[in-house]
């Protein structure tokens, strides 16, 4: 499922796009920036200020996650079934020294999204259909950045 580069993509970039659908049928998208992955089947973000998310999700537990890496052109988007899980539970104090990279904001952590992840797919930028490598790519957009 998510495979060992899916998974370095992820740690690099923790920033995920999460899809959820409001309750009115339109789709929303919020970015959350305290990604981990427990497992190859299951990730998690902490529950900072999400209380659209968490509405959305208790409604309608699907979602899809995307991380992309800006400077290799490659993304994983994930789909799955989000569930919340409140900082008074034994199952939050199990998953908060996971989240110890962002030690500063555990203590405002009012819960952790997981998502048990049904599909997941590396995505690649066109670019590697003609031939770009991955340190080209890099060197490219890490240059165009840096200017």
Request: no cysteine; proline share 6%.
């Amino acid at each position: 499922m998510i495979t060992p580069e899916m998974r370095r993509l992820i740690e690099r970039n923790t920033v995920g796009f999460v899809a959820t659908v409001t309750p009115d049928g339109k789709p929303a998208v919020s970015p959350k920036g305290t990604s981990i992955v427990l497992d190859e089947k299951t990730v998690a973000f902490g529950d900072l200020r999400s209380p659209g998310t968490l509405r959305n999700i208790a409604l309608n537990p699907a979602v899809e996650i995307n991380y992309l890496d800006v400077l290799s052109r490659k993304a994983v988007r994930l789909s799955g079934t989000a569930r919340h899980v409140s900082r008074d539970t034994d199952a939050f104090d199990e998953l908060l020294p996971r989240f110890q990279a962002w030690d500063s904001l555990a203590p405002r952590l009012r819960g952790v999204v997981i998502v048990d992840v049904d599909a997941a797919r590396l995505i690649l930028s066109p670019a590697y259909d003609t031939g770009a490598t991955e340190d080209a790519l890099r060197r490219h957009w890490s240059a165009y950045y840096g200017a």
